[in-house]
């Protein structure tokens, strides 16, 4: 069997890491060429743009998946698809059109009040099969 | 009779209660950021409601000229002439007070070269009082003065500065930490702590990964350059009071992130006092 080289580990301190690692980073932008430098700046403000926009949800896979399909269907991005499903969603409870009370059941968790469950005729065939697993039986 | 090891009684006890923890700022090399980063440890550590006394060890009498103080010889009455130390310390912020230094400090150091047990004079001093935290505000020097505030501590901070010249100065402070170790000081341990750390810098960058390369986890976030420092020590400011939310304080800003300044340099420390 092949001796395994050991290497002694340097555990340093987080914050250390990270400024070393960031300063690296600058450091070897710098030395690229201007129109490299200015196109990573520009991304990085994109990027830093963005950073206020992202949001992170659990959705049942089937539904993602769906989402994910209609919009490689129709060649738009999933975020837009989400943002228009989110405004009309608003609009509809605004309007009185729809009412979350059918849905609400009490929840055991001390962080809310209620749960909302969905009826298995809204959801996606696949997100059923997941949402029922999760179901305990009753006693 | 036999020579008592250093830092401890004729009966081998350790020569200060268990709760107080002493920190040495140390750098043989001048212009660190020793006095700047003693004032607002002891401030930031004070405002956490610990007990704290700042000790000027430093002929320059820099510490009370920095709280807004006059230098006085409260070191100087303290050893040379025997008062009590509760008539020399001032009180300087709520729970924060300060025993003073100014030239004559260079007198005590004569006095404790003629003492017996000189390297824990101060040691035997400190272990008198009631405080949970004691600063030292070591000189840029080698003598019993400095001798006696290693003795006397348990955590050395030694800010640098990230180039050449003040990275010996660690070498050297190190030495002489080892010196004293040999003579049966236990430290608990030591820290690195880079000061007027600029990150756009070339020389910055190499010094850094330099000193983290040798000393790995002991190296602390850096304090990140800021002039709103030199201008608090003008109106007699901690940098609590002048700037709470400089850089120098907040560090620097990596998305939800905070990396170094003197906040996450309080937390550190509070973490070496709560062992």
Redesign the interface.
């Given at each position: 069997m092949a001796e395994r080289k050991l290497e002694r580990r340097?555990?340093?301190?987080p914050?250390?890491a990270?400024?070393?690692t960031?300063?690296?980073h600058?450091?070897s932008d710098a030395a690229l060429p201007r129109r490299e430098r200015e196109k990573k700046a520009r991304e990085k403000a994109k990027m830093r743009a963005r950073?206020d926009q992202r949001a992170t949800f659990d959705l049942p896979p089937a539904l993602r998946q769906q989402l994910m399909e209609k919009a490689e269907a129709e060649r738009f991005p999933a975020s837009q698809l989400v943002t228009l499903a989110l405004v009309r969603l608003f609009q509809d409870l605004a309007a009185g059109m729809l009412d979350l009370a059918p849905f609400k059941q009490p929840s055991r968790s001390p962080r809310y009040d209620w749960n909302l469950v969905l009826p298995e005729s809204l959801l996606p065939a696949e997100a059923k099969k997941s949402v029922k697993k999760n179901v305990k039986p009753k006693a | 009779m036999r020579p008592c090891k250093v830092g401890y009684n004729n009966a081998g006890s350790p020569l200060k209660p268990p709760t107080m923890k002493i920190f040495a700022l140390a750098n043989q090399k001048g212009g660190v950021g020793k006095t700047t980063t003693a004032v607002t440890i002891a401030d930031g550590l004070a405002r956490r409601g610990m007990k704290t006394l700042l000790v000027d060890l430093d002929p320059q009498g820099h510490t009370a000229f920095a709280l807004g103080l006059k230098k006085s010889p409260g070191l100087y009455r303290l050893i040379c002439e025997g008062e009590p130390i509760h008539r020399v310390i001032q009180n300087a912020r709520p729970n924060l007070d300060i025993l003073p230094g100014d030239k004559q400090t260079e007198k005590v150091k004569r006095q404790i070269t003629l003492s017996d047990f000189r390297e824990s004079i101060l040691l035997d001093i400190l272990h008198d009082t009631e405080y949970q935290v004691v600063v030292l505000d070591l000189a840029p020097s080698f003598d019993v003065l400095h001798v006696n505030g290693l003795v006397a501590s348990d955590w050395v901070l030694i800010p640098t500065r990230l180039d050449a010249m003040a990275v010996d100065g660690v070498k050297e402070i190190l030495l002489t930490m080892g010196e004293v170790a040999r003579r049966g000081h236990a430290f608990q341990g030591f820290s690195i702590l880079p000061t007027f750390f600029d990150?756009?810098t070339?020389e910055?960058?190499v010094q850094?990964?330099e000193i983290?390369?040798a000393f790995?986890?002991r190296?602390?976030?850096?304090i990140p350059q800021d002039t709103r420092v030199r201008e608090a020590s003008a109106y007699g400011k901690t940098l609590w009071e002048y700037c709470p939310d400089s850089p120098a304080m907040a560090?620097?800003i990596?998305?939800k992130?905070r990396?170094?300044g003197y906040r996450?340099l309080i937390e550190h420390m509070l973490e070496v006092i709560n062992g």
């Amino acid at each position: 069997m092949a001796e395994r080289k050991l290497e002694r580990r340097t555990i340093l301190d987080p914050a250390v890491a990270s400024l070393l690692t960031d300063m690296e980073h600058r450091q070897s932008d710098a030395a690229l060429p201007r129109r490299e430098r200015e196109k990573k700046a520009r991304e990085k403000a994109k990027m830093r743009a963005r950073r206020d926009q992202r949001a992170t949800f659990d959705l049942p896979p089937a539904l993602r998946q769906q989402l994910m399909e209609k919009a490689e269907a129709e060649r738009f991005p999933a975020s837009q698809l989400v943002t228009l499903a989110l405004v009309r969603l608003f609009q509809d409870l605004a309007a009185g059109m729809l009412d979350l009370a059918p849905f609400k059941q009490p929840s055991r968790s001390p962080r809310y009040d209620w749960n909302l469950v969905l009826p298995e005729s809204l959801l996606p065939a696949e997100a059923k099969k997941s949402v029922k697993k999760n179901v305990k039986p009753k006693a | 009779m036999r020579p008592c090891k250093v830092g401890y009684n004729n009966a081998g006890s350790p020569l200060k209660p268990p709760t107080m923890k002493i920190f040495a700022l140390a750098n043989q090399k001048g212009g660190v950021g020793k006095t700047t980063t003693a004032v607002t440890i002891a401030d930031g550590l004070a405002r956490r409601g610990m007990k704290t006394l700042l000790v000027d060890l430093d002929p320059q009498g820099h510490t009370a000229f920095a709280l807004g103080l006059k230098k006085s010889p409260g070191l100087y009455r303290l050893i040379c002439e025997g008062e009590p130390i509760h008539r020399v310390i001032q009180n300087a912020r709520p729970n924060l007070d300060i025993l003073p230094g100014d030239k004559q400090t260079e007198k005590v150091k004569r006095q404790i070269t003629l003492s017996d047990f000189r390297e824990s004079i101060l040691l035997d001093i400190l272990h008198d009082t009631e405080y949970q935290v004691v600063v030292l505000d070591l000189a840029p020097s080698f003598d019993v003065l400095h001798v006696n505030g290693l003795v006397a501590s348990d955590w050395v901070l030694i800010p640098t500065r990230l180039d050449a010249m003040a990275v010996d100065g660690v070498k050297e402070i190190l030495l002489t930490m080892g010196e004293v170790a040999r003579r049966g000081h236990a430290f608990q341990g030591f820290s690195i702590l880079p000061t007027f750390f600029d990150r756009t810098t070339r020389e910055t960058l190499v010094q850094f990964k330099e000193i983290v390369k040798a000393f790995g986890s002991r190296v602390w976030p850096p304090i990140p350059q800021d002039t709103r420092v030199r201008e608090a020590s003008a109106y007699g400011k901690t940098l609590w009071e002048y700037c709470p939310d400089s850089p120098a304080m907040a560090g620097y800003i990596e998305g939800k992130l905070r990396l170094g300044g003197y906040r996450q340099l309080i937390e550190h420390m509070l973490e070496v006092i709560n062992g």
